[in-house]
């Protein structure tokens, strides 16, 4: 039987059909990761730390370095205690200038309240971990009858003992500043475990992170009971530190270094802070 249509033309009408625009031409992730997504972003807050340094002249120079930072919170009956974790060179290091200050004690925090408001809070730097580039930050808040700050609690916390890689991690914040204004609105990423340490007291991620990401939490998918979609099929798992640089070097007369980013971030496991965050929350 003939058709009047050769198969050059066949090939054309299926090439033009695809081309086409349609409702269903977009790839969106599964609403169980977006369900996760959206439980987790509230406990993701930005924080803002000032650093002074000693001019040549005598004088004093200010600047704000941002972060991100994940707040960790228990209730026990009654009782409500929380705190932030960040990165220490938050606190120390001027990206300016490229070296190590005296430093700060204090920042500022937006944090999520679980009546879907936030409010302004300062920080308090109470442990700073140079070695693993790890912060703990005490939190003064107005004490709120019947609400409390959204938090990661202790059921959420998860070992990279328990990490493989090739697991896929879910981590948020504020690169370069986007998200922060008056309702915070973090930015999420997906990635990979690329590479575990023999220690496990840090981790690699296949992943772009940018200015602004370091102290942002990394999750892995926890399978459990938990329904499907919900904050608790999440763990906490550690937080992002710096990216692993790639120097390109061009030889001549005038050498030209460029550091750029490959895409493999540092993650400092949970591990390496375990003790001081089970002692702050009066945990055995």
């Given at each position: ?264 971030t540092t993650v400092v496991a949970l591990d390496a802070v375990l003790p001081r965050l089970r002692a702050f929350f009066n945990l055995r």
């Amino acid at each position: 039987m003939k058709t009047g249509y050769s198969v050059v033309s066949l090939l054309l009408l299926i090439t033009a059909a695809s081309a086409q625009p349609g409702k269903h031409a977009v790839y969106r992730t599964g609403p169980a990761l977006q369900g996760m997504i959206s439980a987790a972003k509230p406990t993701v807050v930005p924080i803002d730390v000032h650093l002074d340094s000693a001019l040549p002249s005598g004088g004093v120079s200010r600047r704000m370095q941002q972060g991100s930072a994940v707040v960790l919170a228990r209730v026990v009956s009654d009782s409500f205690k929380a705190c932030a974790l960040t990165c220490t060179h938050i606190f120390f290091f001027d990206r300016s200038g490229g070296h190590w200050l005296r430093p700060a004690t204090d920042a500022t925090l937006r944090l999520n309240l679980a009546d879907g408001t936030s409010a302004v809070a300062r920080g308090r730097l109470i442990m700073a971990d140079t070695l693993h580039d790890v912060a703990l930050v005490a939190l003064a808040f107005r004490k709120l009858t019947g609400v409390h700050l959204v938090g990661v609690p202790p059921s959420g916390w998860f070992s990279a003992e328990s990490l493989r890689e090739g697991d896929a991690v879910l981590y948020i914040g504020y690169p370069m500043g986007l998200g922060i204004d008056s309702s915070n609105f973090p930015l999420s990423r997906t990635g990979t475990v690329a590479q575990l340490t023999d220690d496990r007291s840090r981790f690699i991620i296949d992943g772009f992170v940018q200015a602004g990401h370091s102290g942002s939490p990394v999750f892995v998918r926890h399978e459990g009971t938990a329904p499907e979609g919900s904050f608790e099929q999440l763990r906490l798992c550690g937080i992002v530190t710096s990216y692993r640089p790639e120097i390109i070097s061009e030889a001549g007369q005038d050498s030209l270094s460029v550091q750029t980013n490959p895409g493999f971030t540092t993650v400092v496991a949970l591990d390496a802070v375990l003790p001081r965050l089970r002692a702050f929350f009066n945990l055995r």
